[in-house]
Nanobody
Framework: QVHLVESGGGLVQAGGSLRLSCAAS????????MGWFRQAPGKEREFVAA????????YYADSVKGRFTISRDNAKKTVYLQMSSLNPEDTAVYYCAANPRNIATQLQNLYDYWGQGTQVTVSS
């Protein structure tokens, strides 16, 4: 079993930056591929970024490419999402998820474990 806890969300002005963290617990946490997803009000949850177990492969949604960076520190069992050049369209609840198949993918159904989410609000 893997337990995920996100943190780092908040209110930021357009053009600003935030760093989200996802702390994982569980014996195999450092061997899992991890992903970030987000859900804006009234919209479906969508893929943001993913990273494989050792950080060697990353994958981004086109909407965040060049602005967001996913990384991980396996010693701390933590995954990060550095977000910059934020705009109001980035406002959403951000979720991290763990994929035991170790595939950095946008496919939500491959992620078995999910955090509770952290709110990111970007004001114009």
């Amino acid at each position: 079993q893997v337990h995920l806890v996100e943190s780092g969300g908040g209110l930021v002005q357009a053009g600003g930056s935030l760093r989200l963290s996802c702390a994982a617990s569980g014996r195999t946490a450092s061997t899992l591929a991890m992903g970030w997803f987000r859900q804006a009000p009234g919209k479906e949850r969508e893929f943001v970024a993913a990273i494989n177990w050792n950080g060697g492969r990353t994958y981004y949604a086109d909407s965040v490419k060049g602005r967001f960076t996913i990384s991980r520190d396996n010693a701390k069992k933590t995954v990060y999402l550095q977000m910059s050049s934020l705009n109001p369209e980035d406002t959403a609840v951000y979720y991290c998820a763990a994929n035991p198949r170790n595939i950095a993918t946008q496919l939500q159904n491959l992620y078995d474990y999910w955090g509770q989410g952290t709110q990111v609000t970007v004001s114009s």
